[in-house]
């Protein structure tokens, strides 16, 4: 047989064909092509390209993409796209029975992922309340910014230098309203592509992956690592967090908190 490769090519426009699971007729119902169409708008907030052209038929769609610039990986937004999707048929009569397993554990967020997420939530704030420190959480929130063909939605995100500007507030406007101060993402299925944090100008940003800390700093159009936090300069957080996120998991979430409370004090 003739070995196939597949292309990538920087800022290239490629074609490509999709086919439902088993050849099920999910578009030839109206409510499956508008849950398409919505897994492609968020597909294409968090992973911008465009599409040039795109055919439904009731068993398959034809794309036409063409990538950003600097950006080759399709197939990144195609496994997106397709958790999008089947996520969205969740608790409807369209999704199979037999989908593959590897499917579903995309449809809901993974234990490891939500515990992650939640006890370096609280870390940060017991940090930031030790600290004296004022904030605001706005948690999951979805950013975007049209003009720039980018959105995000971090797992965790703080406002703390600009803290005064979101109390209250219920719409963010990111053309007049500063992104967080600091986004946190757990990546644990998939790698957080941080282009889009670039455009939407976030400062820092934490990403926790198997079980360390990787700290982003934007500098200029980019970022760079960094082994400190500007938001915390006198706390060793790519060490201290991992290790208090890892005691979470043997001694439990509440007693791990309150050691951390304890811990900081002794340090201020």
């Not at 957080?192 to 982003?216: C, D, G, K």
């Given at each position: 047989?003739?070995?196939?490769?597949?292309?990538?090519?920087?800022?290239?426009?490629?074609?490509?064909?999709?086919?439902?699971?088993?050849?099920?007729?999910?578009?030839?119902?109206?409510?499956?092509?508008?849950?398409?169409?919505?897994?492609?708008?968020?597909?294409?907030?968090?992973?911008?390209?465009?599409?040039?052209?795109?055919?439904?038929?009731?068993?398959?769609?034809?794309?036409?993409?063409?990538?950003?610039?600097?950006?080759?990986?399709?197939?990144?937004?195609?496994?997106?796209?397709?958790?999008?999707?089947?996520?969205?048929?969740?608790?409807?009569?369209?999704?199979?029975?037999?989908?593959?397993?590897?499917?579903?554990?995309?449809?809901?967020?993974?234990?490891?992922?939500?515990?992650?997420?939640?006890?370096?939530?609280?870390?940060?704030?017991?940090?930031?309340?030790?600290?004296?420190?004022?904030?605001?959480?706005?948690?999951?929130?979805?950013?975007?910014?049209?003009?720039?063909?980018?959105?995000?939605?971090?797992?965790?995100?703080?406002?703390?230098?600009?803290?005064?500007?979101?109390?209250?507030k219920d719409k963010i406007d990111?053309?007049?309203?500063?992104?967080?101060?600091?986004?946190?993402?757990?990546?644990?299925?998939?790698?957080?592509?941080?282009?889009?944090?670039?455009?939407?100008?976030?400062?820092?940003?934490?990403?926790?992956?198997?079980?360390?800390?990787?700290?982003?700093?934007?500098?200029?159009?980019?970022?760079?690592?960094?082994?400190?936090?500007?938001?915390?300069?006198?706390?060793?957080v790519i060490d201290i967090i991992p290790?208090?996120?890892?005691?979470?998991?043997?001694?439990?979430?509440?007693?791990?908190?309150?050691?951390?409370?304890?811990?900081?004090?002794?340090?201020?």
């Amino acid at each position: 047989m003739p070995q196939y490769r597949r292309s990538y090519a920087l800022g290239g426009t490629f074609f490509l064909t999709l086919v439902t699971y088993r050849r099920t007729p999910l578009f030839s119902q109206p409510e499956n092509v508008s849950r398409l169409r919505a897994a492609i708008v968020k597909t294409r907030t968090e992973r911008p390209f465009e599409i040039t052209g795109a055919v439904v038929l009731p068993d398959h769609i034809h794309f036409l993409w063409t990538l950003p610039p600097n950006d080759s990986n399709y197939s990144q937004r195609v496994s997106r796209l397709k958790i999008l999707f089947t996520k969205s048929l969740r608790g409807t009569r369209s999704l199979p029975e037999n989908v593959s397993a590897s499917r579903r554990k995309h449809m809901a967020p993974l234990p490891e992922h939500e515990r992650s997420k939640v006890i370096i939530g609280d870390l940060v704030k017991a940090l930031l309340d030790e600290l004296d420190l004022n904030w605001e959480s706005l948690g999951s929130t979805t950013f975007k910014r049209k003009d720039k063909n980018a959105g995000i939605e971090p797992d965790d995100c703080f406002y703390i230098q600009n803290y005064k500007l979101m109390i209250g507030k219920d719409k963010i406007d990111l053309t007049v309203d500063p992104p967080p101060d600091l986004a946190i993402k757990i990546d644990v299925t998939s790698k957080t592509q941080i282009s889009a944090y670039e455009a939407l100008r976030v400062p820092e940003i934490w990403r926790y992956e198997n079980r360390n800390l990787e700290i982003s700093l934007l500098q200029g159009e980019h970022y760079v690592n960094s082994q400190t936090s500007p938001t915390f300069p006198n706390f060793a957080v790519i060490d201290i967090i991992p290790r208090f996120v890892e005691m979470a998991r043997t001694t439990g979430m509440s007693s791990a908190l309150k050691e951390f409370r304890k811990w900081v004090k002794e340090q201020i």
